[in-house]
């Protein structure tokens, strides 16, 4: 099939929303909506440091799997997964120096959930690096 055909413009449309069947993307919307309301419970005086960071390392999860699972090739696919888990790394490391300064009370529910979707996350990458994709 030409690149240049309406065929293949269709099929590649209908591809785009593909990364919203998989579930380490729902996982990671699910996160952005858990941390946003946390990061509401920073104090003011947090706003454009910890909060800002908090709020900007979260989407980079979902916005990662979602520009990966597009690409042409699983080797290119797993490194926007490595940059999602680098994300969630930020993240737990943000949630523990807020805990360590007593602006938020430990959850260990949310990072066990960070952990798991860590895990599917690393899971994924390492079925993709030993495909022949």
Do not use: H
Request: glycine share 4%.
């Amino acid at each position: 099939m030409l690149r240049g055909s309406i065929a293949w413009k269709i099929g590649r449309a209908n591809n785009m929303n593909m990364y919203k069947e998989l579930i380490i993307w729902q996982e990671s919307v699910k996160l952005i909506k858990e941390i946003y309301l946390i990061s509401e419970k920073l104090p003011k005086s947090k706003e454009y440091n910890i909060k800002l960071q908090l709020k900007k390392a979260v989407p980079s999860i979902a916005l990662n799997i979602a520009e990966g699972k597009n690409r042409k090739t699983a080797k290119d696919f797993a490194n926007f997964l490595t940059t999602a888990i680098a994300s969630l790394f930020e993240i737990k490391a943000i949630l523990t120096i807020c805990e360590e300064l007593g602006f938020i009370k430990a959850k260990g529910d949310l990072k066990e959930k960070i952990s798991i979707l860590g895990n599917k996350i690393n899971f994924l990458k390492s079925k993709l690096l030993r495909s022949d994709i």
